[in-house]
């Protein structure tokens, strides 16, 4: 078990090797992992555990921010100035993140835990921002574009479905099965019921759930503890 420790160590040293500077790891342990880097792309890995995960980062100064322990994690960056930021996180699993376009950004808060998305970031200058101490479930999407532009009078000039930012509170805690669309704001310590598809803003303390969205209780909170009753 040593020696392959070992071996994996050193084809990552190797990688390390042949990339720019920016690729660049601390305090971390990576195991099975795929690099597949362009040139201007800066890589920062800091306190963080890896395994299964493959990233693929194409185009021109490209970010990838990582504090976390993740598990089967995929991320594909295309584009110019795009960057995914993952602060201090608790863990994801079964995680892909697709950033595509010119500066996109992707911002995950310090102890936020996924346990299967699939989170896509595309346009020019949109973000999708979750919070701190969020609890997303399995099978979640989200997605700050429709990827397809749609025109008007046949005119490719006149594109009717921009791309907009995507922004989820602190404390929040979102559901099996959820899809969040694009434009929409979550306010802090609110619940997505399993299931629900957001597409309008919801205040805090808000417990949401259906297709469409509605709110069925206000002035709620959370643990991230079982229930024991």
Sequence with gaps: MKKIIVKLFTLLYVLRSRLERGFNIKNSQIFLCVFKLSRTSQVY???SYLSKCNYFI???NNKLNLCTKA???TVRMKGEGNSLIIEDSKQFDNVKFYIKGKHCTV???QGTSINGAYLLCMGHDVCLDIGE???LADEIDIWTSDSHPIFYNNNPIETINPSQSVIIGNHVWIGKKVSILKGVTIGDNSIIG???I???DIPPNSL???NPSRIIKSCINWDRNHITL
Aim: glycine fraction near 16%; hydrophobic fraction near 40%; proline fraction near 0%.
């Design 71 to 73: 598990f089967n994690m």
């Design 107 to 109: 911002r995950i808060g």
């Design 194 to 196: 399993m299931g629900s």
């Design 208 to 210: 949401v759930v259906g």
């Design 198 to 200: 957001v597409t309008k």
């Design 133 to 135: 101490e969020c609890m």
């Design 58 to 60: 194409s185009g021109y």
């Design 45 to 47: 890995i800091h306190n």
